[in-house]
């Protein structure tokens, strides 16, 4: 009598989780986080445009590398639209969470979340992995081997051209921060005076 208690509750919470997405790399995030990059990259741009002065003094008087730098925000900028509007015209798999979580790729980052329709969020999976790989995997199945084939294309593409573009945004970002160091250091030493 447990058994079937205990199936039927299992059954009941994969209803409940019927999209399941691997929490650090699903679809909404890469939309998120791309959204950020591009925001933070049109800042930047947009301040040091109308205070070039002050991107070269940054930059000690450096002015091809102030010009660098500016182009750099802007191609990462340009990149994050481009992928943004990719996304939205290529033909995007439904199946891009589901494929993840096939794979067992929610092992390396940071598990498996489902939505839960109640709560209206995306909360943390209650059981086990192997059941949401093997209802992931039954789901993908159902696609013809070169739908299959395709949406897996698409995942890859997604996922590298994500991952490049965020590594990218990275760098930036420290190089922003050395400089930000030395404005700040600057501030200090004429404060001093």
Known sequence: MIDTMETKQQKAMQLKYK?????????????????????VC??????????????????DGDEKEAFKFKMIFGDLCTECDKMLDDLNKAWIPECFDLFFV????????????????YQ??????????????????EALKRLTKDNLIDAARQCFWIYQSFIALHQRYDCLKETLYVILAKISAKSRIYSNF
């Open 19 to 39: 999209d399941m997405a691997v929490k650090d790399l699903n679809i909404r995030r890469i939309y998120e986080e791309l959204k950020e990059i591009q925001k």
């Open 42 to 59: 049109r800042d930047v741009r947009r301040y040091y445009e109308t205070n070039d002065s002050t991107l070269i003094n940054d930059l």
């Open 120 to 137: 209206r969020a995306w909360v943390p999976l209650g059981y086990s992995d192997d059941s949401a790989e093997d209802e992931s995997k």
């Open 102 to 117: 096939a794979v067992g790729a929610g092992k390396y980052f940071r598990g498996l979340h489902g939505y839960d329709t």
